[in-house]
């Protein structure tokens, strides 16, 4: 039911499913699960509403008795904190039925790039996410196999020194590499891996990445593996976790998943070491350069693989950055106090006129395009 509540805010639920969630609205139970739902997944900093609540209310229930639409009973008369609930699926579910049109604008068209794949010799080759086809090393030997959106290497022609490939995924897109070990790993938009095209035996199998990335480690008690991003070392034996490590960010957050985590960077000339456990989060801050342990919804910082865009406490700058990288746009904000405004909010495979109309919708958000970029007036 969770699924039916994320499309009926973002605007894509039907009538039928618009029925199912009001049965099981019903439950006064299903109801706080709802609040804490919204609040968790969904809170669009709901205090900005606070001083047209009623005028926002109001108008949203005239919209619907208009209309005659099944979703006029789908709430009960609870809390204030509930009305603003209905206040933000009103929304969605006028901007689903046409009564809320999109503005008059033309969306900025996304440039054509290419994922690419840099050999040790500097040989750059653009990857054709439609097809098929070998993947060689700089001497023309076959390492791996490319089938549309995954490259897999393979244990054959084992060297006895190290040898680099580098994969870059621009904005946009998302590709995922089988290492030569097993291990499997999701890029994200924005985000680089350099690693070599075999492991050594009985050596530390070391990686680094650039932007996102989920690992799920294949295991090797003689070998670990380390992501090495920035100055921050993540050191595991076999286990799954996501590591997001932009630059334009100010932190990198390792967020466990599945098995252990090691944290070590240096300080001082000295190593400091923290260990993680399933459902915790690493914060690395790039200016403290302290790490902060924290326990968090794993599903929030993976969401990524399945298209989901997931914000939580972020502030309205930092969303626009993964806005850009997502969608593969450019986006200038002009409103400086906004951009310090901190939201939370998750979007479930839409297009970005859809998630600028809902910001625009519920917060009065203004933009415009120009020079195919957006301007957050």
Do not use: C
């Amino acid at each position: 039911m969770k699924k039916n509540i994320t499309k009926l805010l973002i605007g894509t639920i039907t009538e039928k499913e618009i029925i199912e969630l009001r049965d099981w609205l019903e439950n006064p139970k299903n109801r706080t699960i709802l609040e804490s739902y919204v609040r968790d997944y969904h809170d669009l900093n709901l205090t900005t509403l606070k001083s047209n609540l009623d005028e926002a209310y109001n108008k949203v229930s005239r919209q619907i008795d208009k209309k005659e639409k099944p979703v006029k009973t789908l709430f009960p008369n609870w809390t204030k904190y509930a009305a603003a609930i209905v206040i933000l699926f009103g929304l969605g579910f006028l901007f689903q039925q046409g009564f809320f049109s999109l503005q008059d604008h033309k969306f900025p068209v996304p440039q054509e790039t290419f994922i690419t794949l840099e050999l040790d010799n500097g040989t750059i080759q653009t990857i054709d996410v439609n097809g098929t086809k070998e993947v060689r090393d700089s001497e023309g030997n076959v390492v791996g196999d490319q089938n549309q959106n995954q490259i897999s290497y393979s244990q054959a022609n084992q060297k006895e020194e190290l040898v680099y490939n580098t994969l870059t995924i621009p904005n946009g897109k998302k590709f995922q590499i089988e290492l030569s070990d097993g291990t499997l790993v999701h890029l994200n938009a924005g985000s680089s891996l350099k690693y070599p095209i075999n492991f050594l035996s009985k050596e530390p199998r070391q990686v680094f990445l650039s932007g996102e990335a989920y690992f799920n480690v294949a295991r090797n008690e003689l070998s670990p593996f380390i992501v090495n991003v920035d100055q921050l070392d993540v050191k595991v034996l076999g286990t799954e976790f996501n590591v997001s490590a932009y630059t334009e960010d100010i932190s990198i957050d390792v967020v466990l998943v599945k098995g252990a985590v090691i944290l070590g960077k240096m300080r001082k000339s000295e190593e400091e070491v923290i260990r993680l456990s399933p459902g915790q989060k690493g914060s690395y801050g790039y200016d403290s350069r302290d790490i902060l342990v924290s326990a968090v919804n794993t599903d929030l910082y993976t969401s990524w693989m399945q298209g989901q865009l997931v914000f939580r406490n972020l502030t309205f700058n930092q969303i626009l950055a993964k806005l850009e990288r997502h969608y593969n746009i450019e986006i200038e904000n002009m409103n400086t106090d906004l951009g310090q405004e901190v939201f939370n909010a998750s979007f479930n495979n839409v297009k970005i006129e859809e998630v600028l109309s809902f910001f625009n919708d519920a917060h009065k958000i203004d933009y415009e395009i120009k020079n195919n970029k957006i301007i957050i007036k």
